[in-house]
C-alpha cells in the first residue's frame, strides 16, 4: 500500500543548523503534508503541498516536491531547540480516503 | 471548540479487559479519523467516518475492535477483549475533507494491556 515513507533517519544536528529530512513514495498523489509530533502528543499540521507545485514556504520550513522522482523533502532553517520532535510526512494516495504517513524523522536540536 | 479532545488520556487495562476512548472533534469538522501509533512508529489508519457514518473502515481488526460517532456526543473507539498487543496510543483527528486540508489530531489515548 502506498505511504508516505521518510528515508529513517535520526537527525543531531546543533541550535543554528539546518536540518534535512526526505520523504518519497509510491503511487500518485494530489497532496503531501507533512506533520510535526513532539514527544508524547499529536501531530501538528506544518505544511501541505499540492502535486502541481514544486516548493513552498512557511515561515522557517521549505518543502520540495519532485513527483518525477515520487519525493519530498523539508528543510528548517536556523533550527531551534524547539524544533526537537519527530517528523512525518503523509500523502493521500490510498484511493483518496484518507492521509498515510510514513515512520517519522527524529530530530534532535542542541542548544 | 478548536482543538480535539481525547479522553482519557493513559488507560490501563488487563488482558480480556474492554477499553473504551473517546474523542470529540472541531466543531464543523465532517470527518473523523482513529489512527494507533505503536511504540513511536508510524501512524495505522483504523477508521474514519464522515459525519455519524463510517466512510472508511478497511483498518479495523474485524475482530474486537468498533467504533461510533453519534450526533450531539463524543466519537468512541471501544475493544473487546483487549490483548497485549493492543498496546499503544490511539490518536484521534477531524478535518473538514477527507485529504485536502491538514488534520487536527488529539493528544491521544496511551493504552496500556498488562
Known amino acids: 500500500s502506498q505511504q508516505g515513507e521518510e528515508d529513517p533517519q535520526a537527525l543531531s544536528i546543533q541550535e543554528g543548523e539546518n536540518a534535512t529530512m526526505n520523504c518519497s513514495y509510491k503511487?500518485?498523489?494530489?497532496?503531501l503534508q507533512w506533520y510535526r509530533q513532539n514527544s508524547g502528543r499529536g501531530l501538528v499540521h506544518l505544511i501541505l503541498?499540492?502535486?502541481?507545485?514544486r516548493e513552498k514556504h512557511s515561515g522557517r520550513l521549505r518543502v520540495t516536491l519532485d513527483t518525477s522522482k515520487k519525493s519530498s523533502s523539508l528543510l528548517i532553517t536556523a533550527s531551534r531547540a524547539a524544533d526537537t520532535a519527530s517528523y512525518f510526512c503523509?500523502?493521500?494516495?490510498?484511493?483518496?480516503?484518507?492521509?498515510?504517513f510514513g515512520k517519522g524523522n527524529q530530530v534532535v536540536v542542541i542548544p | 471548540g478548536e482543538e480535539v479532545a481525547q479522553t482519557p488520556k493513559h488507560l490501563v487495562r488487563g488482558e480480556g479487559q474492554k477499553a473504551k476512548l473517546y474523542c470529540a472533534p472541531i466543531?464543523?469538522?465532517?470527518?473523523v479519523f482513529w489512527y494507533q501509533q505503536v511504540l513511536k512508529n508510524e501512524f495505522k489508519f483504523l477508521i474514519s467516518?464522515?459525519?455519524?457514518?463510517?466512510?472508511?473502515e478497511t483498518g479495523m481488526p474485524k475482530e474486537r475492535f468498533s467504533a461510533k460517532c453519534l450526533p450531539n456526543s463524543p466519537c468512541s473507539l471501544e475493544i473487546q477483549a483487549t490483548k497485549l498487543e493492543d498496546s499503544a496510543v490511539y490518536f484521534c483527528?477531524?478535518?473538514?475533507?477527507?485529504?485536502?486540508?491538514?488534520?487536527?489530531f488529539g493528544s491521544g489515548t496511551r493504552l496500556t494491556v498488562v
Open positions: 503541498i499540492r502535486s502541481n507545485e
Open positions: 466543531k464543523g469538522h465532517s470527518y
Open positions: 503511487t500518485s498523489i494530489n497532496n
Open positions: 483527528a477531524s478535518s473538514q475533507s477527507v485529504t485536502g486540508l491538514g488534520y487536527t
Open positions: 467516518f464522515q459525519n455519524e457514518n463510517v466512510f472508511d
Open positions: 503523509a500523502t493521500d494516495g490510498e484511493g483518496n480516503n484518507r492521509l498515510a
